[in-house]
């Protein structure tokens, strides 16, 4: 059974850079077939795909955020990262990380909350 787990600052003030680090056990990142992606909820409204990278470090952004996004990740840890930039008080949301297979969602972390303020 895959787990991850989100890590990272809870508040980041408008204009910086929201960085996050999922971690993973249970499965490698390397293994073929899985997208590992960011997803997010901000408050009151719905999921919202931000991106992935597949098991060949090949990355996927949503067009709306694709300026803004950098996925990477480091195997020898077995964990991803997540960069917005330049963000904005409408980045606030729950932010997981998650494994995807070709029918949807395999698992994904409890999520952590980024709240964007000054």
């Known amino acids: 059974q895959v787990q991850l787990q989100e890590s990272g600052p809870g508040l980041v003030k408008p204009s910086q850079m929201l960085s996050l680090t999922c971690t993973v056990s249970g499965g490698s990142i390397t293994t073929s077939d899985y997208a590992w992606s960011w997803i997010r909820q901000p408050p009151g409204k719905g999921l919202e795909w931000m991106g992935a990278i597949a098991h060949d470090g090949s990355t996927y952004y949503s067009p709306s955020l694709k300026s803004r996004t950098s996925i990477s990740r480091d195997a020898s840890k077995n964990q991803f990262s997540l960069q917005l930039s330049s963000v904005t008080p409408e980045d606030t949301a729950v932010y997981h990380c998650?494994?995807?297979?070709?029918?949807?969602?395999?698992?994904w972390g409890h999520g952590i909350l980024v709240t964007v303020s000054s």
């Open positions: 998650a494994v995807l297979v070709s029918s949807g969602i395999d698992a």
